[in-house]
């Protein structure tokens, strides 16, 4: 089962700051048999990093999901995952409907978000 994480999610394990994530969305991340990034959470990180609101580069966080939870980063195409964006009007937050188009381009994999905005809009949001 695929299961990708949300740019909070991922800060949140990472830090191992578990009991910020619901309990449903750990037993679900703990069940994933791949756990994913989409690179657009990546690329948020880092946003996120020089903006000073994280303090951990997003490259660092990466190798730390990877070692400790063996997330990985999706490596769809970029062209269907921004063609599968066109049609997530919901949103003007540029992330947020790459992250969600990515999981909707793998065959609607899971997402783990905390996002309310994410959950009404994708099928197979989980929190």
């Known amino acids: 089962m695929i299961t990708y994480l949300d740019t909070s999610v991922a800060v949140w394990l990472a830090q191992k700051s578990l009991d910020r994530i619901t309990p ?10 791949d756990r994913r990034l989409s690179f657009a959470v990546l690329l948020e990180l880092q946003f996120l990093y ?12 990466r190798r ?7 997330v990985t980063v999706c490596d769809l195409s970029f062209p269907l995952i921004a063609e599968t964006a066109l049609t997530e009007n919901w949103t003007r937050d540029p992330f947020d409907r790459l992250i969600t188009a990515h999981a909707r381009a793998n ?4 997402l783990v978000t905390s996002d309310r905005r ?3 809009a994708y099928p197979r949001a989980i929190w």
Not at 64 to 70: C, D, Q
């Open 24 to 33: 449903a969305g750990l037993d679900h991340l703990a069940h994933a048999t």
């Open 64 to 70: 730390k999901l990877e070692t400790e939870f063996a």
């Open 118 to 120: 994410i959950r009404e």
């Open 107 to 110: 065959s609607l994999a899971w």
């Open 50 to 61: 020089e903006i000073k609101r994280i303090l951990i580069p997003a490259a660092d966080i």
